[in-house]
C-alpha cells in the first residue's frame, strides 16, 4: 500500500523569507502524481503544485517549487518570500496512475501547519 | 463558474442516528470523491464515483455508502452513527481524469453527540 508522510507537525517562518516543507512517500508503483494542499482555518482545500512523476523537471508555481526526487521517494515543497497569507496547514498527497482504470483517490500525509510571522 | 457545493455546512447528530451529506460538483464534473478528515486519523479517502458509478472505495465500514445522480450530484450516508464519526467531511469534483485538478468543497462538519 501507498503511504506518505510528513514530518514536521510545525514549521515556522519569518515574513520574506525562505521555508521548506518535507514529505516522503513509499509507492512501488512507477507512474503517480504528487501534490501539495493548503488548508487555511477556512478549511477549503487548495492545490498549491502538483508533479507527475514521469516529469523529471521540478514544478514551479510563482513563490511555489518543489525538489522531487524520485529514486529517493522524496518531495518537498519551498515557498520562497513568504507572506502572510501563506500560514495554513498544508498535505502532502498521492495520486497513483491505475492502468486499467482511472482513480481520482489522494493518498494524504498528517500535514505540517505552517505560521508565518510578521 | 461556481464552485464545489456541500451541504449542510454543520450537523450535530446522535449517536445511532443517520445521516446524509450532499455536494455538488462544479458543471460538467463527472467524477466526486468523497474524504473524511479527523484530528486522529486525517484526511482518509472514502469512496469516489464517476458517471453514476462508485470508482473507487476506501477501507470503511459497511455503514458509510454513497450515490451519485445523473446530473453528477452526490450524497453520502452514513447509519448508525457512532462518535468516532465526527469529522470534517469534504467532496472534491474534476471532470474524471488523474491528470487533471480535483476542486474541493468547503466540506461538512458533522457532530455526533
Known sequence: AQTVTQSQPEMSVQEAETVTLSCTYDTSESDYYLFWYKQPPSRQMILVIRQEAYKQQNATENRFSVNFQKAAKSFSLKISDSQLGDAAMYFCAYQGVRYGGATNKLIFGTGTLLAVQP | KAGVTQTPRYLIKTRGQQVTLSCSPISGH??????????????????????????????????????????????????????????????????????ETQYFGPGTRLLVL
Open chain 2, 30 to 99: 463527472r467524477s466526486v470523491s468523497w474524504y473524511q478528515q479527523t484530528p486522529g486519523q486525517g484526511l482518509q479517502f472514502l469512496f469516489e464515483y464517476f458517471s453514476e458509478t462508485q470508482r473507487n472505495k476506501g477501507n470503511f465500514p459497511g455503514r458509510f455508502s454513497g450515490r451519485q445522480f445523473s446530473n453528477s450530484r452526490s450524497e453520502m450516508n452514513v447509519s448508525t452513527l457512532e462518535l468516532g464519526d465526527s469529522a470534517l467531511y469534504l467532496c472534491a469534483s474534476n471532470f474524471g481524469r488523474p491528470q
